[in-house]
């Protein structure tokens, strides 16, 4: 065998550099489009569950589902959901879970109806309610960490107190607040441009936002690592209660924003401000492709987890169905999206 026929056996597959235009060869499980997918498989399965229903929708009503009437008024209360979805991603990653965010939501929001019903300006009343909600959520996470309380029952607890609190003192009555209608913070935070609810692009801000603070921040490292494995965490330097403490402060800020941006919406403060959106904010969660075991999680996944939440009702009764089947197509969303991140999610424990 000549020199030339001899197989190279420090590079058995040859050199492949300049095969194709003179760059190097890359194997196909290093292209950057299998590496997106896989970095946001939950995303891209929660993404895929919205649309298949979507879909759905159009097909048994597509009269409704092609006017912009349908997605506008969709667009109008969804970034209240938003704002609650995305800090509880934080808390369930950190191995926690919220249930008092919506009787924060109520207390703050009644704090800036107070504030603008004695006249003061409402940019005064939301930052009084970004106080509270940060006050309130810093006092919850206190009571798990320090106090040692699960958070399950501490959280509920919180819930049940707050919201009997402003029961007892409000006696039930509501607030009307329709000066908000000719207030700058109502133009800037609450109208529409070109037909568009404004607020849903300050919902936007803040996914994107949280998102950066979720993969590219050092506090969101510390979350998935306190979640993965505190004695770790610890051992790595990380102030364990600190990080947990703080993802219920977060919760605290998110909801005070929901509940406030809920008010200008209606113009009126309501004694149950809040109260409805406990189960569809942690559906939207878990629809959204954050486990329950914390570690990981994916906060653009819980933004189209509350996309797709919000979507259910709406479709369900403009398909032509009753409204008794809206519970059921809730649950179905919810298991046929769980089993999709089951089969779906890189490690389980």
């Known amino acids: 065998m000549s020199k030339a026929m001899e197989p190279d056996l420090q590079n ?5 550099r300049g095969a194709v235009a003179g760059k190097e060869w890359r194997h196909p499980s290093n292209h950057w489009l299998r590496g997106f ?3 946001n498989r939950a995303s891209l399965g929660t993404l895929g569950v919205f649309i298949v229903m979507m879909a759905a929708f159009m097909i048994a009503n597509p009269t409704v589902f092609t006017t912009w009437y349908l997605y506008s008024s969709v667009l109008t209360t969804l970034p209240v959901a938003l704002f609650v979805v995305v800090p509880l991603v934080f808390v369930v990653t950190c191995g926690e879970i919220d249930l008092s965010f919506p ?15 004695a006249g003061y300006d409402p940019f005064l009343g939301i930052a009084a309610a970004l106080v509270t909600g940060t006050l309130l959520g810093f006092l919850v996470g206190s009571l798990v960490v320090y106090g040692g309380l699960s958070s399950l029952i501490a959280t509920l607890g919180m819930n049940f107190l707050l919201r009997g609190l402003i029961q007892i003192i409000n006696e039930g009555k509501s607030t009307a607040l329709t000066s908000l209608a000719s207030s700058w913070a109502y133009k800037i935070f609450s109208s529409q441009i070109y037909g568009i609810p404004v ?26 690592v306190v979640g993965d494995n505190p004695d770790s965490a610890t051992q790595m ?9 703080k993802v219920f402060v977060f919760v605290g800020i998110g909801a005070a924003i929901a509940g406030t941006f809920s008010v200008m919406i209606n113009f009126t403060w ?6 409805g959106y406990l189960l569809p904010v942690l559906a939207s969660v878990f629809v959204g492709g954050t486990p329950t075991w914390g570690g990981i999680g994916t906060v653009v996944g819980g933004a189209i ?18 409204g008794f089947y809206v519970q059921f197509f809730n649950g179905l969303i919810i298991i046929l999206s769980l089993l999709g991140h089951k089969w779906n999610q890189a490690r389980y424990r």
Do not use: E
């Not at 009787?103 to 019903?117: D, I, Y």
């Not at 330097?237 to 403490?245: A, F, P």
């Open 270 to 275: 309501w004694p149950t401000a809040g109260d």
């Open 12 to 16: 058995p597959l040859g050199d492949v």
């Open 305 to 322: 987890g509350a996309v797709t939440v919000s979507f259910i009702q709406t479709g369900v009764v403009a398909a032509g169905l009753s």
């Open 199 to 224: 607020q849903i692009f300050w919902a936007i801000a803040f996914v994107v936002l949280s998102a950066m603070l979720y993969n590219r921040h050092r506090f969101g490292a510390q979350v998935k």
């Open 37 to 39: 997918i896989i970095d």
């Open 103 to 117: 009787a924060t939501m109520g207390f703050a929001s009644w704090v800036f109806a107070l504030v603008v019903q």
């Open 237 to 245: 330097g990380i102030d364990v209660k600190w990080v947990r403490v």
